[in-house]
């Protein structure tokens, strides 16, 4: 069962704006990791962001930044100044146990 | 340089052969990983090993067979049993057993025609 939804397969934004992609996930756990991960067209995996669920504090790298709700299993990115190499995939993925587990994936455009 | 290699960049193969995908790592980490990636469907997880010569299966093992002889070698093979073997295949590793992040390599596409 799909454990980790992103419900946009696809979004678009101008060079330099704001996006927001979304991510909900199911865990009976009160202690976990969330993540999201960039695959550019290298299909290299990059992370981009870590989140620790005991913290209520919502975890910032230079231009990227989540939104926690843990109450509301609810984990999105947002990325600021949108550039052009932040065009990839993205993917959000949570620790379950001994593994990580995958979305499907938000696709990422940016229009010069 | 540490990181993970995985060899060959692309693949090919005759469908019915057995074909064997190469990851190798040398950030001395616990725990590594095999994923298969399709279109639309992101990362699935197919067998993973947190010590040596043992390992687990994952979301999709069926068709495929893993060794970890080694730390630092965890390589994975497609056996003709897999329906549909051509994906492009990532490995990762991890440094505890409940990974707080999983480096990756550049994976391998495998084509069988």
């Known amino acids: 069962a799909q454990t980790v939804t992103q419900s946009q397969p696809e979004m678009s934004v101008q060079e330099a704006e704001t996006v927001t992609l979304s991510c909900t996930y199911d865990?009976?756990?009160?202690?976990?990791?969330l993540f999201w991960y960039k695959q550019p067209p290298s299909r290299q995996m990059i992370l981009v962001i870590r989140?620790?669920?005991?913290?209520?504090q919502n975890a910032t790298e230079n231009r990227f930044s989540v939104n926690f709700q843990k109450a509301a299993k609810s984990f999105s990115l947002k990325i600021s100044d949108s550039q052009l190499g932040d065009a990839a995939m993205y993917f959000c993925a949570y620790s379950r146990d001994d593994k990580i587990i995958f979305g499907k994936g938000t696709r990422l455009h940016i229009l010069p | 340089d540490g990181g993970i290699t995985q060899s060959p960049k692309y693949l090919f193969r005759k469908e019915g052969q057995n074909v064997t995908l190469s990851c190798e790592q040398n950030?001395?980490?616990?725990?590594m990983y095999w994923y298969r990636q399709d279109p639309g469907q992101g990362l699935r997880l197919i067998y993973y090993?947190?010590?040596?010569?043992?390992?687990q299966k994952g979301d999709i093992a069926e068709g495929y067979s893993v060794s970890r002889e080694k730390k630092e070698s965890f390589p994975l093979t497609v056996t003709s049993a897999q329906k549909n073997p051509t994906a492009f295949y990532l490995c990762?590793?991890?440094?505890?057993?409940?990974?707080?992040?999983?480096?990756f390599g550049p994976g391998t596409r495998l084509t069988v025609t």
């Open positions: 090993s947190q010590i040596v010569n043992d390992f």
């Open positions: 990762a590793s991890s440094i505890g057993l409940r990974p707080d992040e999983q480096y």
């Open positions: 989140q620790e669920a005991y913290k209520q």
């Open positions: 950030l001395n980490h616990d725990a």
């Open positions: 865990t009976s756990e009160s202690d976990y990791y």
